[in-house]
């Protein structure tokens, strides 16, 4: 009897304290959907600010994404304060959760970090064609934490913002124009003063190569079976590969209308009876 007696009190103290709490809970629910609505609302005056202002859309990308993640922090401490949560508890826990939190995710604060250096010092931007970590790509979108790479093969690479901002990488974007170099192999009984003016006269030829600088072509090196040439020329960004696959294919045509050779791999093999 004893027993059911108590069972009873747990469960009136249970009610009554849902019925003290459910006030603070039904608040705590409607700022959480409003603060959701309020968050999105937010966002999308930024989009139409920045696009108003014409900003660097790196800024745009990153300080969107920073403070979407912001306003639903402000959000969750809103909520956990509303459902009764002490304030100076609330700072002991929140300190408390921070320190297993940043132990934990050291990576994540390093991407952080990385992204406000690359913001700050812009060694990249998006659009830039950049290689880093092993991949080529133009950037698509620079976030709090992450870089995406648009490939060659049209796939998105993720890349950590704290490896980009700390380890080696190339913008071919940065400056305007890019030189290229192309190696041509002929034979050693081909002209070489030849070769090397047919190859000047393509790049006069193509309207994407620079006149200036001057093309130049050099023989640099003697291999087993050939002579090798350098070929370098200067073109803008924007044309950059139509020229470079122009000259690669246009030298082929040239020089076997010359009869100028492109030595090949060869094996003799003798027979012995």
């Keep these: 009897m004893e027993e059911l007696t108590n069972y009873k009190q ?18 705590a629910i409607i700022i959480f959907f409003v603060g959701l609505w309020v968050i999105r609302f937010i966002n999308k005056m930024v989009s139409k600010f920045f696009e108003r202002k014409d900003y660097d859309e790196t800024l745009e990308t990153f300080l969107q994404s920073f403070i979407k993640t912001a306003l639903k922090v402000i959000l969750l ?13 609330l700072v002991a826990l929140v300190g408390a959760a921070g320190l ?4 934990a995710l050291q990576g994540s604060l390093s991407n952080f970090a990385g992204g406000v250096l690359i913001l700050l010092f812009k060694p990249f931007k998006v659009g830039d064609f ?29 890349l950590p913002n704290g490896k980009l901002s700390n380890e080696n990488l ?30 000047l006269q393509i790049c006069a030829d193509n309207e994407n190569i620079l ?4 093309p ?33 294919e246009e030298a082929k045509q040239r020089f076997d209308n010359a009869e100028i050779e492109i030595p090949f791999p060869q094996r003799d093999v003798h027979m012995k009876n």
């Design 216 to 248: 130049e072509v050099y023989v640099d090196g003697l291999g087993d079976s050939s002579v090798n040439l350098t070929l370098r020329f200067w073109a803008h960004n924007s044309v950059f590969w139509p020229a470079h696959f122009y000259v690669i």
């Design 130 to 158: 950049i290689s880093a970590q092993g991949i080529d790509g133009t950037v698509k979108e620079i976030s709090i934490f992450y870089t995406k790479l648009t490939t060659f093969g049209n796939q998105i690479a993720v």
């Design 77 to 89: 401490i809103l909520v956990v304060t509303q459902l009764g949560v002490k304030s100076s508890s």
């Design 10 to 27: 747990h469960i009136d103290n249970a009610i009554s304290w849902l019925w003290d709490a459910l006030p603070n809970l039904i608040m």
């Design 100 to 103: 297993a939190i940043g132990l």
């Design 211 to 214: 006149k200036e600088p001057v």
């Design 170 to 199: 190339v913008n071919y974007n940065a400056l305007d124009t890019r030189r290229d170099n192309i190696k041509f192999g002929i034979g050693y009984g081909s002209n070489i003063k030849k070769a090397k003016d047919i190859l």
